[in-house]
């Protein structure tokens, strides 16, 4: 059909590290003429994944560190550490594959502090983007989203969007712990191009609003 790029966009592509390697194995083995990227988990990412997909021919796949701070970590549930982070981009970087970053700013006990660690880490493990979203968008039935229905965060001035009469997050809500956060990455953003705020107009205007437009459109997408 004359298709040239693929973005595989599973939650994620390597959740199911057996299934990863087979769709890589699947796509060598027809000899496909094309460029695929996907979404990658920060675990399971061993070198023997990572060179099937340099050899499938997967380009800069984004994978998702969440933040760089230990405590962050722990907060949101995640199962990987600082040190997994660095064993995956570890990996990516042996098979030769240039990968992507993201990671979410103002979640729980996200601040400027922690903010700083997760650049310190980007820095060290060195991807070619590292996307930022200001805000966790809260949704019923996921741990995070329970977590803060049952009580068990302290949302007061915290949350944005559809704050009021929306007790099943259908609409758009927002938690941010600390707008601090935000200030800080945007300092990165304002002296490295490799950092990016994506979103930056959205939910009901919690996202900064710069006064130069041709400055907010250099830093953010």
Same mark, same amino acid.
């Given at each position: 059909?004359?298709?040239?790029?693929?973005?595989?966009?599973?939650?994620?592509?390597?959740?199911?590290?057996?299934?990863?390697?087979?769709?890589?194995?699947?796509?060598?083995?027809?000899?496909?003429? @094309?460029?695929?990227?996907?979404?990658?988990? #920060?675990?399971?990412?061993?070198?023997?994944? *990572?060179? $099937?997909?340099?050899? &499938? +021919?997967?380009?800069?796949?984004?994978?998702?560190?969440?933040?760089?701070?230990?405590?962050?970590?722990?907060?949101?549930?995640?199962?990987?550490?600082?040190?997994?982070?660095?064993?995956?981009?570890?990996?990516?970087?042996?098979?030769?594959?240039?990968?992507?970053?993201?990671?979410?700013?103002?979640?729980?006990?996200?601040?400027?502090?922690?903010?700083?660690?997760?650049?310190?880490?980007?820095?060290?493990?060195?991807?070619?983007?590292?996307?930022?979203? @200001?805000?966790?968008?809260?949704?019923?039935? #996921?741990?995070?989203?329970?977590?803060?229905? *049952?009580? $068990?965060?302290?949302? &007061? +001035?915290?949350?944005?969007?559809?704050?009021?009469?929306?007790?099943?997050?259908?609409?758009?809500?927002?938690?941010?712990?600390?707008?601090?956060?935000?200030?800080?990455?945007?300092?990165?953003?304002?002296?490295?191009?490799?950092?990016?705020?994506?979103?930056?107009?959205?939910?009901?205007?919690?996202?900064?609003?710069?006064?130069?437009?041709?400055?907010?459109?250099?830093?953010?997408?």
């Amino acid at each position: 059909m004359g298709i040239t790029f693929l973005f595989f966009a599973d939650a994620e592509f390597n959740n199911h590290i057996g299934h990863a390697e087979a769709v890589c194995d699947a796509i060598i083995a027809a000899d496909l003429d @094309l460029e695929w990227s996907c979404y990658l988990n #920060t675990i399971p990412i061993t070198l023997r994944l *990572a060179r $099937k997909l340099k050899a &499938a +021919g997967c380009v800069q796949p984004c994978v998702s560190v969440v933040s760089g701070n230990e405590s962050v970590l722990k907060a949101f549930g995640t199962n990987f550490t600082t040190d997994h982070i660095r064993k995956a981009a570890d990996a990516l970087h042996q098979a030769g594959i240039e990968f992507n970053v993201d990671v979410l700013v103002g979640g729980p006990g996200d601040s400027a502090a922690s903010v700083r660690d997760t650049y310190q880490l980007m820095e060290e493990i060195e991807p070619t983007l590292v996307g930022a979203n @200001l805000g966790i968008r809260l949704f019923p039935a #996921t741990p995070f989203g329970n977590a803060v229905i *049952a009580g $068990k965060f302290d949302v &007061a +001035g915290k949350l944005y969007g559809n704050v009021n009469d929306n007790p099943d997050f259908y609409r758009p809500i927002f938690y941010v712990s600390d707008m601090g956060a935000g200030e800080s990455f945007m300092e990165i953003c304002s002296s490295d191009p490799r950092y990016k705020l994506f979103g930056y107009d959205g939910f009901g205007g919690v996202n900064y609003k710069l006064s130069n437009p041709e400055t907010r459109e250099a830093l953010c997408i």
